[in-house]
């Protein structure tokens, strides 16, 4: 090849290279490590495709433009440090943590990595986020208020059972939260003149004794902490409240899918696939610190009529009118 060919050739190459990097950037996809709180897929399964159909909507499909390493607690709170420790040294573009438990280990883990976390009840007072308008910092998400519907579900309790006697299942794991959330239902249970006995358990063989204990002192109903391991243990715990003869009420309508007397609470579903929004945006490079948490702007009530006339009880008119669905 004569020289001034080469040096042509070489020229035109050149020209090419950074067009060529920037293709080979493009085509780098994304990795989001996810912190699950079950033992596996088949436990988390509504939630793994909610997350999925949500990315889904922004275009985002799984094994195309973006890897999903999935990670199980098992609900075992020293495996969230381990699986978030694992993610951030792979390392991950993103973490994304459902419950608080993930959320704290996902922080523990890392401030730089940016983090959306789900299902949290009070991530200001858990230390995630500055304030929820301006979180600060590399981590946003979306709480669910948990704590603040204490009220009104002691109101409904009683109403149905007409009991003035019941029952707060809290985890003990985390003692920060069960204790405030146990604090909030005293306060509101004081005011309806109800006597509120609080039970901590650490795992599901605690769950059967802790309802012996409740029956031996007869209450009327029991509420379990908005939390995974009482979500994960859900047809255990309905089983023995109807043996026992004991009202129940949680905080998402798998729970009175299986058995549970009541459900009140946003929809744990619908939060995450709505959660896929802030995933997109900060791929997109908007910093988490942007995002203010955001509020379940909807609560469902669901009632188990199977379970109600088990328990021979009749549910008032007024909460079937009122509730979103109705089983049985």
Known sequence: MRRREFLVSCAASAATWPIRARAQQAKKIPVMGVLWHAENAEGEIGRLEALRRGLEDFGRIEGKNIKIIDTFAAEQYERFDTNAAALVSLPVDLLFAHTQPAAMAAHRATDKIPIVFTWVPDPVQAGLVASLNRPGGNITGFSNVAVDLSGKKLQMMKEVTASSHLGFLANGNDANVASRSAQALKSAAASLEIELQVIQVRGADEIDRAFDEFARQN???????????????????????????MATLGHVEELADDGFLMTFGPNGVLMIRHAATYVDKILNGTAPAELPVELPTKIDLVINNKTANALGLTVPPTLLIAADRVIG
Not at 225 to 244: G, S, T, V, Y
């Open 219 to 245: 209450l009327g109903g029991v509420i379990t902490q908005p939390d995974a391991l009482f979500f994960n243990e859900r047809k255990h715990i309905a089983r023995l409240a109807i043996e026992r003869r």
